[in-house]
């Protein structure tokens, strides 16, 4: 079973925080990384191979006023 490390990625680029997980191949790995990207960037690597680098989700801007709504 192939071991991946998840790093988190600092606003200058550099990989700062890893952590360790099991998972049986590259698909696996990247749904378990895909949660773990919720505010910073993320890359998921295998040994010495980099999988992918996951963007965290943009966040809906609740304050912007709806279009249209005030029209008869």
Known sequence: MPD???YRV???SR???GGDIECVDDQEAIKKATKAAKDSDIELWERDR???RLLPAPR???NLAPIGLDEP
């Open 15 to 17: 990989l700062i925080v």
């Open 50 to 52: 980099c999988v992918v």
């Open 60 to 62: 809906p801007n609740w």
């Open 10 to 12: 600092g606003s200058d």
């Open 4 to 6: 991946y490390r998840i």
